[in-house]
């Protein structure tokens, strides 16, 4: 079976290579979901954070369940740190 090996290679030094920094934010980005433990009506403790909101659901209807004393709320935390260059 013939193959094509007139391909140039991608990984050059053209293409950026992401910092740290810009890295770390852009995987905060993707859990926009979080549960948060609600220690007063102002103060809310976020316990996890979650890619998919049903995931959220689960994780927050089990922790319900193992501490049902405690109050846990569920929200989509848009809040985004601007990038500074």
């Not at 209807?61 to 193992?66: G, L, P, S, Y």
């Amino acid at each position: 079976m013939p193959q094509n090996t007139d391909y140039k290679n991608i990984t050059s030094e053209n293409q950026a290579v992401p910092t740290a920094k810009e890295d770390n934010a852009y995987k905060k980005r993707l859990n926009g979901w979080a549960v948060a433990r609600v220690v007063t009506e102002q103060e809310k403790v976020i316990v996890s954070r979650f890619r998919s909101r049903s995931d959220a659901e689960g994780y927050i209807q089990h922790i319900r369940q193992m501490i049902p004393d405690t109050v846990f709320e569920l929200f989509f935390d848009c809040q985004r740190e601007e990038i500074v260059m």
